[in-house]
Each structure stands twice: as structure tokens, then as C-alpha cells.
């Protein structure tokens, strides 16, 4: 490999870790600017909320068909479409008059995001086919980072400037991420194929994913009985009936099913998708449990919640590297063993726990993810050809996606059954928390299903385009 070719491929790595860093980081920074903007506003709490959903909805139903597209015409376009889109969309969140403007420019943020986000991880894993997993380790870290000082600087930005900075402040980033892409992102290998766009199981998941994700969402404050819910629910159980169907019979499907066949590919979505129910709420929690027990502003929660972002960001990188070296199964098992301890230690915190508990618990979070999400990945990845990869990291930032918003929604049913008892944040969610132990436990023993196979046998894969 020449010296050249070397300082490519790390180019391309650096402009991934930062379109990484910036769409998850603002995603999870405008969590930050939910209370100035209904201030500012007027409005219902309720009707706040639809800036967090739009987001996990998008996510989940549009990552799979973009990515196919990508994966057919070509992951940089779409990477750098992608980036464009959501700094656009955010430039124009931030001069929005009214709350219903805002709503239609943050779609288009969503959107964007949809195309973005899944990408990374294959266009990772393309480029560096003979180190994937540290490479996969590096794209985790800049999301995982990003994640983590998403309310940092979020709580930096609104308090000198007001909320609008913090979209504003995102098309500037965005811009930049976007330009570094198309310049930099060039001769990756993408094995482009001439296949049919499988529309029918595009329509299905449009139709189940929503219809599944809004009615589990709004559940805690609707009601999960009521007729609207029902509605939804049902009309989502017949798209995600129509979509398996779809997929069984479609020349190009947008999953194909032979790959759940894979134990390590099945096994790889599987743990994600439980671990992910159970450890997503954390993120959304810590803030609220830091305002609550300890009345602290938005940087100084920010900044609390450092332990988080450094242990993510220095964990993804060693757990790329050791699942290069070793059975990525294992280090996906490991990290998965201290997430269960990182949840146990934050169900036992108290309205006046020492700080270094506190720490501890996201210390071990942050552990958690660093050592599962780039060995899970590798895992899922194993014996796929490169024109799969964008479907691949589409399927598993779906799910990561849909599974965090509904362990949300869990938990915040939960938590508000308790606090409607009269108890405080700390006790409500301690019994909220000690219900995800188990699962996790769970997640736990499927990572480590499945002997990795070489490759996929062709039987089960698309079939590729002609010469």
C-alpha cells in the first residue's frame, strides 16, 4: 500500500468521522433547545415532542430505501446529498417564525439524516476492507462522541445566543462537512448494480415504520388504548405483513431474506435491537435526572455528562482495533456485559448520589457502546459483498433507531406511572431502569450466536447486475 494511497484512505476517514460528529451531534444537541423554543413559541409540550419524533420516524423508515439507492447510483453522492440536505434544512429551522414552519424544515433535516447517517459506516468499511473494524471503531467514536456533547455544546451555544444559533451554527458545520466530502471522498470501491428499485417493500416499510413508531411515541401521553393508537397499530401490523411479502417475492429486495439465515448477520441485528431498547432511554434521562436532583443549567449538565462522551470516543477506537484482531462476537459480548452493570449502577442512583456514582454509571454506558457498536457492526457486515454495505448499515441504523424510540417510550411510561405515586425523578426512575437490566441480560447472550462464515453463500445474496 503506498504512501498515497494511505493518506487517502485516512482523508476519507477523517471527513466520516466529522459528518459523523455533526449529525449526530446536533441531533442530539437540539434536545438541548426544547424549553427555549416552547417558550418562545407558546407551545404544548406535547406538540414539542414532534421535533424528537420526526427524527427517530424518518430514520427508521427512509435509512433502508435511500441506502439501496446509494448502494445502486453511488454512496458519496448520496453521502454528500445527504449532508447538504440536513445543513440546509437546519439553516432554515432557525429562522422558522412559527412552530409549524419549523416542523416542515426540521422533515427536511430528517431527511438528510436518513441519507446520511447509514452511509458512514459503509462507505467505512469499503474503503478499508483489510482494517474494517478499527475504521468501523473510528466512525462509532464521531457519532458516539457526537452523541455524548450534543447537550455540551448545545448548552454553550443557547445560553449567549438563544436556541436559533444552534441550527444556524449547523449549516456553517454542515457546509464544511459537505465540501470536505465532495472533495476528499473519491475512488472508493462501490460494486454499483443495475437492479429494478423494489418500490412495493418501499411503500410497506413508509407505511409500517410511521404507523408503528407515532402510536408507541405518543403512547405515554395519549393513551395506548385510545382509537387513534389502535388505528395506527393495526395499519402498522398490515404494512409490516405487506412489506415481509413484498420482500419474499421482489427481484431486488430491499432486504433480502436469505441474509437472516446468517446467523452472525441475524444474530448482529438481534443484539443491537434489544440492547439499544434498553440503553437509549439512558441518554435521554441523564439530563433530566441531572435538572431534577441537582438543578444544574444546560452546559453545566453538558458538562456532567463529559465521563460519557470520552469513554464512548476512546472505547469505539479500541474496539474496532480488538475486533480486527479477535472474534468480534467476543468484544460485542464484553461490551455488552458492562452495559448491564452500567444500567444496574444507574437504577440504583438516588436524588443525592455522589457524583463519582453518577460517573461511574456513564463511564460504563459509554464503555458499552465504544466496545459493542463497531464489533457488532463488523459482525453484521461479515461475508458481505460491497454492494450490500449501505443496505447492511441501513438495516442496523434502522432498527438502532426504531428500538431506542420505543425503549423511550417504555420508559417514559413507566417513569410517569411512578411519579403519578408522588415519588421524585431519582426513585421514579430507578424502577424504570431495573426493568431493562434483564433485558439487556438478553441482548447479552444473542451477541455471541453464530460462527462468522467466510462469506454469504450466493444462494442468498442479490443477484449481481450484468457485465
Same mark, same amino acid.
Given at each position: 500500500?503506498?504512501?498515497?494511497?494511505?493518506?487517502?484512505?485516512?482523508?476519507?476517514?477523517?471527513?466520516?468521522?466529522?459528518?459523523?460528529?455533526?449529525?449526530?451531534?446536533?441531533?442530539?444537541?437540539?434536545? %438541548?433547545?426544547?424549553?427555549?423554543?416552547?417558550?418562545?413559541?407558546?407551545?404544548?409540550?406535547?406538540?414539542?415532542?414532534?421535533?424528537?419524533?420526526?427524527?427517530?420516524?424518518?430514520?427508521?423508515?427512509? !435509512?433502508?430505501?435511500?441506502?439501496?439507492?446509494?448502494?445502486?447510483?453511488?454512496?458519496? *453522492?448520496?453521502?454528500?446529498?445527504?449532508?447538504? @440536505?440536513?445543513?440546509?434544512?437546519?439553516?432554515?429551522?432557525?429562522?422558522?417564525?412559527?412552530?409549524?414552519?419549523?416542523?416542515?424544515?426540521?422533515?427536511?433535516?430528517?431527511?438528510?439524516?436518513?441519507?446520511?447517517?447509514?452511509?458512514?459506516?459503509?462507505?467505512?468499511?469499503?474503503?478499508?476492507?483489510?482494517? $474494517?473494524?478499527?475504521?468501523?471503531?473510528?466512525?462509532?467514536?464521531? +457519532?458516539?462522541?457526537?452523541?455524548?456533547?450534543?447537550?455540551?455544546?448545545?448548552?454553550?451555544?443557547?445560553?449567549?445566543?438563544?436556541?436559533?444559533? %444552534?441550527?444556524?451554527?449547523?449549516?456553517?458545520?454542515?457546509?464544511?462537512?459537505?465540501?470536505?466530502?465532495?472533495?476528499?471522498?473519491?475512488?472508493?470501491?462501490?460494486?454499483?448494480?443495475?437492479?429494478?428499485?423494489?418500490?412495493?417493500?418501499?411503500?410497506?416499510?413508509?407505511?409500517?415504520?410511521?404507523?408503528?413508531? %407515532?402510536?408507541?411515541?405518543?403512547?405515554?401521553?395519549?393513551?395506548?388504548?385510545?382509537?387513534?393508537? @389502535?388505528?395506527?397499530?393495526?395499519?402498522?401490523?398490515?404494512?409490516?405483513?405487506?412489506?415481509?411479502?413484498?420482500?419474499?417475492?421482489?427481484? &431486488?429486495?430491499?432486504?433480502?431474506?436469505?441474509?437472516?439465515?446468517?446467523?452472525?448477520?441475524?444474530?448482529?441485528?438481534?443484539?443491537?435491537?434489544?440492547? !439499544?431498547?434498553?440503553?437509549?432511554?439512558?441518554?435521554?434521562?441523564?439530563?433530566?435526572?441531572?435538572?431534577?436532583?441537582?438543578?444544574?443549567?444546560?452546559?453545566?449538565?453538558?458538562?456532567?455528562?463529559?465521563?460519557?462522551?470520552?469513554?464512548?470516543?476512546?472505547?469505539?477506537?479500541?474496539?474496532?482495533?480488538? !475486533?480486527?484482531?479477535?472474534?468480534? *462476537? &467476543?468484544?460485542?459480548?464484553?461490551?455488552?456485559?458492562?452495559?448491564?452493570?452500567?444500567?444496574?449502577?444507574?437504577?440504583?442512583?438516588?436524588?443525592?448520589?455522589?457524583?463519582?456514582?453518577?460517573?461511574?454509571?456513564?463511564?460504563?454506558?459509554?464503555?458499552?457502546?465504544? @466496545?459493542?457498536?463497531?464489533?457488532?457492526?463488523?459482525?453484521?457486515?461479515?461475508?458481505?459483498?460491497?454492494?450490500?454495505?449501505?443496505?447492511?448499515?441501513?438495516?442496523?441504523? &434502522?432498527?438502532?433507531?426504531?428500538?431506542?424510540?420505543?425503549?423511550?417510550?417504555?420508559?417514559?411510561?413507566?417513569?410517569?406511572? *411512578? +411519579?403519578?405515586?408522588?415519588?421524585?425523578?431519582?426513585?421514579?426512575?430507578?424502577?424504570?431502569?431495573?426493568?431493562?437490566?434483564?433485558?439487556?441480560?438478553?441482548?447479552? !447472550?444473542?451477541?455471541?450466536?453464530? $460462527?462468522?462464515?467466510?462469506?454469504?453463500?450466493?444462494?442468498?445474496?442479490?443477484?449481481?447486475?450484468?457485465?
Amino acid at each position: 500500500m503506498t504512501d498515497a494511497h494511505t493518506r487517502h484512505q485516512l482523508s476519507i476517514l477523517v471527513v466520516l468521522w466529522l459528518g459523523g460528529f455533526f449529525l449526530v451531534n446536533s441531533f442530539f444537541g437540539i434536545t %438541548i433547545a426544547l424549553p427555549e423554543i416552547q417558550r418562545d413559541f407558546g407551545t404544548q409540550f406535547s406538540d414539542l415532542q414532534w421535533l424528537s419524533i420526526m427524527g427517530w420516524v424518518t430514520m427508521a423508515a427512509l !435509512s433502508l430505501p435511500f441506502s439501496r439507492l446509494a448502494d445502486r447510483l453511488g454512496r458519496r *453522492r448520496f453521502y454528500t446529498g445527504g449532508l447538504v @440536505l440536513y445543513a440546509v434544512g437546519s439553516g432554515l429551522t432557525g429562522v422558522a417564525n412559527n412552530f409549524e414552519v419549523m416542523l416542515i424544515f426540521r422533515a427536511v433535516m430528517s431527511i438528510g439524516l436518513a441519507i446520511a447517517m447509514p452511509l458512514g459506516p459503509a462507505i467505512a468499511a469499503a474503503a478499508f476492507p483489510e482494517r $474494517r473494524g478499527w475504521a468501523l471503531g473510528i466512525v462509532a467514536s464521531s +457519532m458516539a462522541m457526537g452523541r455524548a456533547m450534543g447537550p455540551i455544546l448545545g448548552g454553550a451555544v443557547i445560553e449567549p445566543w438563544g436556541w436559533r444559533a %444552534i441550527f444556524l451554527s449547523n449549516l456553517a458545520f454542515g457546509a464544511v462537512a459537505a465540501i470536505a466530502a465532495f472533495l476528499l471522498i473519491r475512488n472508493i470501491v462501490e460494486e454499483r448494480r443495475s437492479e429494478p428499485f423494489d418500490l412495493k417493500g418501499t411503500i410497506a416499510l413508509l407505511i409500517a415504520f410511521p404507523c408503528l413508531l %407515532i402510536p408507541i411515541t405518543r403512547g405515554p401521553q395519549d393513551g395506548w388504548s385510545a382509537p387513534h393508537q @389502535l388505528v395506527l397499530f393495526t395499519i402498522a401490523a398490515v404494512g409490516a405483513a405487506a412489506f415481509i411479502m413484498a420482500e419474499a417475492k421482489a427481484r &431486488s429486495p430491499l432486504i433480502p431474506l436469505g441474509y437472516f439465515k446468517n446467523l452472525s448477520f441475524s444474530a448482529a441485528v438481534g443484539a443491537l435491537s434489544i440492547s !439499544s431498547l434498553a440503553t437509549f432511554p439512558v441518554i435521554v434521562f441523564v439530563p433530566l435526572y441531572l435538572k431534577a436532583s441537582f438543578n444544574l443549567s444546560p452546559l453545566e449538565i453538558g458538562l456532567w455528562m463529559t465521563p460519557l462522551a470520552v469513554s464512548t470516543a476512546v472505547f469505539s477506537t479500541v474496539g474496532g482495533r480488538w !475486533s480486527d484482531q479477535m472474534d468480534p *462476537r &467476543s468484544i460485542s459480548f464484553w461490551g455488552l456485559v458492562l452495559g448491564v452493570l452500567g444500567l444496574a449502577v444507574y437504577a440504583m442512583l438516588e436524588a443525592e448520589s455522589a457524583y463519582v456514582m453518577i460517573a461511574g454509571a456513564m463511564v460504563l454506558r459509554g464503555i458499552r457502546g465504544g @466496545l459493542f457498536t463497531p464489533a457488532n457492526q463488523k459482525a453484521a457486515f461479515v461475508g458481505a459483498g460491497g454492494a450490500q454495505l449501505g443496505m447492511i448499515s441501513a438495516v442496523l441504523a &434502522s432498527l438502532n433507531m426504531a428500538a431506542g424510540a420505543i425503549g423511550t417510550s417504555i420508559a417514559v411510561a413507566v417513569h410517569e406511572s *411512578r +411519579m403519578g405515586e408522588g415519588v421524585s425523578f431519582a426513585e421514579g426512575q430507578q424502577v424504570t431502569f431495573m426493568i431493562f437490566v434483564p433485558i439487556m441480560v438478553i441482548a447479552t !447472550s444473542i451477541a455471541l450466536l453464530g $460462527r462468522p462464515p467466510k462469506t454469504i453463500p450466493a444462494s442468498e445474496a442479490p443477484a449481481k447486475a450484468p457485465a
